[in-house]
């Protein structure tokens, strides 16, 4: 049960922004486009830019108002930059997702601008939220596929969070090849580590310092594998070879 | 005190790409662009991607080769897509982020590859982690501008949120003793190790296997300060001054 994102894209005015708009949606595994009066689409710029989400663009919705694009929806965010004349309840990317997440099966839309003017008053007082994109205050123009990029990762990671919420997520990831090393094994790589630095003359058993626990603390940082282990003692046990030879 | 982070693109192709990064960049008010091996720079098309984010352009530090770019860094983290076939510590944007966030004052450099082919292996084992957007699988072709813009806008969220918070959850400590390694220490560090490894017989150059990528692997894993970087090349160095006696 999770909840049906749409973006619209309000009165766009360049194909090539929507169909950059296109491929960071499925960059983050989004499809539902709504549009309201674009200039000019379907466009070849359109589909150049959508690079291999075409698909999206095909089943784009174009529609003559945004009251029209957002009728059925349960909540709807607009994006604004600060500092509106009546302050609306603004949240982040992050916080926006949360109340996504928290949102179940509802059908949540997601308006964006014009490239040059953003969205008007009027549009965002259609908004249950507004949700600012804490830019740069000096250097605040991100471009529409830009910013569509940034919300819709921020969607797709709280919902990859929601699924491996139950499961553990070892350090390294998930797909880490080999067993960890158990501590006994460790254990025998500082006794074995100890032992051949004596043998080379590197450790004083008399003034052994904080040696061995530098090393430990430096091994163990790593929470090695038993490959890693293994290859440890194989070098030890060469080294010792050697000194016998 | 926060952290010095700079973006490295290695060996892009197009010339508008380094622009997009730029004006990525400078929308979360990041500033220090490396580039190694760009195809073509400066160039007209850079700067008018980057409308309005060209100082970074005329700032950005040219390199021959990624050792270079990254010589004084003490945290490298290598873009990569998954599957690799030597399994490297993996970290999602976020947990980037967090990791940054408790670095303190280091120097970092987020390494991004080429378009079509992002880093190699060889490359992506000069990083301590790596990072992977979780994007679709199905289509998880981001350009480079979009994966930029994503990355800085997780780094820029830590530092807001922690402005915000006030609060550490150092992992090295931010009361560590010792400054950390930087990259060129380790690589010094990784060439003795290598030396000293074909001196005691343990590793064969004619068939090196996945030895010293693994051994890598280990150590960078746990990003290791200067001192024990020196304990680790005093061993290797009393072991091939005992070969020698």
């Not at 999770?2 to 499809?31: C, D, Q, W, Y």
Request: aromatic share 4%; hydrophobic share 40%.
């Amino acid at each position: 049960m999770s909840a049906e994102i749409r973006i619209v894209l309000v009165n766009t005015s360049h194909p090539g922004n929507i169909g950059g708009v296109a491929r960071a949606m499925k960059n983050m595994k989004f499809s539902e486009l709504h549009l309201v009066e674009p200039k000019k689409f379907p466009h070849i710029e359109a589909d150049n830019r959508a690079s291999g989400a075409t698909d999206i663009l095909e089943h784009a919705v174009v529609h003559e108002t945004l009251e029209q694009a957002i009728a059925d929806c349960h909540l709807v965010v607009g994006t604004s930059a600060r500092g509106r004349h009546i302050p609306w309840p603004v949240v982040d990317p992050r916080e926006l997702s949360s109340i996504v997440s928290s949102a179940g099966d509802k059908k949540i839309a997601v308006v964006f601008g014009r490239e040059d003017r953003g969205l008007t008053n009027e549009e965002l007082h259609l908004c249950h939220h507004h949700v600012h994109i804490p830019s740069n205050p000096d250097f605040s123009s991100l471009n529409l596929a830009a910013a569509v990029q940034v919300i819709t990762y921020e969607l797709r990671m709280a919902g990859l969070y929601r699924e491996q919420a139950e499961e553990h997520k070892p350090q390294w990831g998930t797909d880490w090849d080999i067993d960890l090393a158990e501590s006994a094994d460790l254990e025998r790589l500082f006794a074995h580590l100890e032992e051949t630095l004596i043998d080379i003359d590197f450790l004083d058993p008399e003034n052994p310092r904080q040696l061995m626990a530098r090393l430990r603390r430096l091994y163990l940082r790593s929470v090695p594998d038993k490959v890693e282990v293994n290859i440890l003692r194989g070098i030890l046990t060469a080294m010792q070879k050697q000194l016998k030879d």
